[in-house]
Structure formats: structure tokens, C-alpha cells
């Protein structure tokens, strides 16, 4: 069974970090450009990361995260983390992943947040920032 599985979300305080995993099963991710997006309530989904199947793993952080999010494939486990620090009330959302193989670049891939457009994608894993 094909299958993405987001998993590591939790009530954190401003300035905590959580690292969020997304494992998959019924097939590579290694063949695979996975990206992290997020939806906060009420406001449009967005692109956080990016990271490339290619041999360069070019990777893409939106303005919101870059310097405080980091990206990375563990091929082993075949999962893709994301570790999140310094984390803000606005990282407050539902994280979901998702796979593709088309784009070009990993900023296009994170631009485009509409579900039909990625193969697969995992059902979320819920982040709260909060004191």
C-alpha cells in the first residue's frame, strides 16, 4: 500500500524546535522531490521546503522559515525530516508532505500548493506554537 505518513507535530513554546518526519511505504522516496507545506486556519496552504530527488538535493525554504528550518532524507529509513527551531506562534499549522517528480526546480514545487498537482501526500501532522 502507497503510503505517506507525517508524524512529530506537537504543542511547542515560542523559541522550541520539533523535528517532523515524513516515512513513507509502497515505495522510494529516493525517486521522489518531497516537499513540507503547511496551513495555518483560514489562510491559503503554503510551500515551506522543498528538497530535490536529484543527485545535487538542491533544496528551497520560503522567506518564513530560511535559517530556521532544515530539510533532509534519511535514505535508510526512507523518510524526509524537517527540523523546525526557533519556532514562532506563525509556524502554527497543519504540516503536510508530498512527492513529485515534474518540477525543475524545488522553488517551483513549493510554489505549487494544490493537492492535484503532487503525487502523493500524507494526511498532516498538527504544530502549535503557543505560550
Known amino acids: 500500500q502507497v503510503q505517506l505518513v507525517e508524524s512529530g507535530g506537537a504543542l511547542v513554546q515560542p523559541g522550541g524546535s520539533l523535528r517532523l518526519s515524513c516515512a513513507a511505504t509502497?515505495?522510494?522516496?529516493?525517486?521522489?522531490?518531497i516537499g513540507w507545506f503547511r496551513q495555518a486556519p483560514g489562510k491559503e496552504r503554503e510551500g515551506v521546503s522543498c528538497?530535490?530527488?536529484?543527485?545535487?538535493?538542491?533544496?528551497y525554504y520560503s522567506n518564513s522559515v530560511k535559517g530556521r528550518f532544515t530539510i533532509s532524507r534519511d535514505h535508510a529509513k526512507n523518510t524526509v525530516y524537517l527540523q523546525m527551531n526557533n519556532l514562532k506562534p506563525e509556524d502554527t499549522g497543519i504540516y503536510y508532505c508530498?512527492?513529485?517528480?515534474?518540477?525543475?526546480?524545488?522553488?517551483?514545487?513549493?510554489?505549487?500548493?494544490?493537492?492535484?498537482?503532487?503525487?502523493?501526500w500524507g494526511h498532516g501532522t498538527q504544530v502549535t506554537v503557543s505560550s
Open positions: 528538497i530535490s530527488s536529484r543527485s545535487d538535493a538542491s533544496v
Open positions: 509502497g515505495f522510494t522516496l529516493d525517486n521522489y522531490h
Open positions: 508530498a512527492t513529485n517528480t515534474i518540477y525543475a526546480t524545488m522553488k517551483g514545487m513549493c510554489a505549487s500548493t494544490i493537492s492535484a498537482v503532487h503525487d502523493y
